[in-house]
């Protein structure tokens, strides 16, 4: 398996930008289950930082992949299916991501899409709301805009946007980000140039009232998906309706912005933690596949063997966040 890495520094960075980093990685275990949201490998720490683990996704963000065009409508409602089951089993945890974007949607190398970045999600108990303010603007719903408490529904409402936006390349309610918010609570969202069934289904979920929107379970009954076997779609059976990205080799970055993968490293290599390092307590993972296939080949030691490599390596080289 090929590896990306997140990392954020423990010094000079605010509490609470280390605490949703930890939150982060605890919302990752808690989803290892789910077949589109990003699959955590490792987590460890240094003396300087944070580190998750991560599968590499090589075909990039689907915001990269629209500067080749818009997505056909087969092919998006095949990715809308897969976001939402991805969203369904975040809500029934109570979690709610509250970043659907285009930049937060990534191709795996079979063509399927993960559901990343969960650095502003938050879990919520039951029958919890929060008023916390966070996002895009364009995809903010109206109640976060408004700073109402909100819940799962928020990220029914950025799912409407997404929707729109990778059919056409524009925004429901216009692109101006300081305009957009007064138009998103006021204003009836523009959708134009689709089917019908598509448009009403974006129009679905753009409803205003949270309480009015569709939650994940109810939308799968949505006759824009009347084709998806939602057994095998939860399984992740099905082929993906696009084609897996090109790849010269397992390592290519090609499908990546180039704003990023020329960017300077920005994590220089530092020490594993000695004993006297005071460490965040709990965060240490080994996904559980890793660890059976390592238990099962040469026993329990081999768990802890890999991921001291893999500390090795990030203690060795450069990262970016």
Request: charged share 15%; aromatic share 10%.
């Given at each position: 398996m090929d590896y990306s890495f997140i990392h954020i520094e423990r010094r000079g960075s605010p509490f609470d930008s280390l605490e949703f980093f930890i939150l982060h990685q605890q919302i990752l275990e808690l989803l290892r289950s789910c077949p589109y949201t990003s699959s955590m490998c490792y987590a460890f720490q240094t003396t300087e930082n944070l580190f998750l683990?991560?599968?590499?996704?090589?075909?990039?963000d689907i915001f990269t992949y629209l500067d080749y065009g818009v997505l056909s409508e087969d092919v998006a409602i095949f990715y809308f299916a897969e976001l939402i089951v991805a969203l369904e089993r975040m809500h029934e945890q109570n979690i709610v991501h509250r970043d659907i974007k285009t930049e937060n949607v990534m191709i795996d190398k079979d063509g399927h899409i993960q559901l990343v970045?969960?650095?502003?999600?938050?879990?919520?108990?039951?029958?919890?709301?929060?008023?916390?303010?966070?996002?895009?603007?364009l995809y903010m719903s109206p109640e976060i805009l408004s700073h109402s408490e909100h819940d799962t529904a928020t990220d029914m409402w950025s799912l409407g946007v997404l929707a729109y936006h990778v059919l056409t390349l524009e925004f429901p309610f216009g692109e101006n980000e300081k305009r957009a918010p007064e138009r998103i609570i006021n204003d009836d969202p523009i959708i134009e140039g689709l089917s019908l069934e598509m448009?009403?289904?974006?129009?679905?979920?753009?409803v205003k009232d949270p309480a009015k929107r569709p939650s994940a379970k109810e939308v799968k009954k949505?006759?824009?998906f009347k084709g998806i076997d939602w057994e095998k779609l939860e399984k992740k059976e099905l082929e993906s309706a696009n084609d897996p990205p090109f790849m010269e080799d397992p390592f290519d970055t090609g499908n990546f912005d180039k704003e990023f993968t020329q960017e300077k490293p920005i994590c220089e290599s530092s020490a594993v933690p000695t004993k006297q390092f005071l460490a965040f307590k709990g965060y240490y993972y080994i996904a559980p596949e890793l660890s059976e296939n390592n238990n099962n080949e040469c026993g329990a030691s081999s768990s802890r063997n890999a991921l001291r490599n893999i500390?090795?390596?990030?203690?060795?080289?450069?990262f970016f966040s």
């Open positions: 683990v991560m599968e590499y996704l090589p075909g990039g970045d969960f650095g502003l999600s938050i879990k919520l108990r039951p029958r919890q709301r929060t008023n916390t303010y966070g996002g895009s603007v448009t009403d289904f974006i129009l679905t979920l753009l949505h006759p824009v500390e090795t390596v990030c203690c060795t080289f450069m």
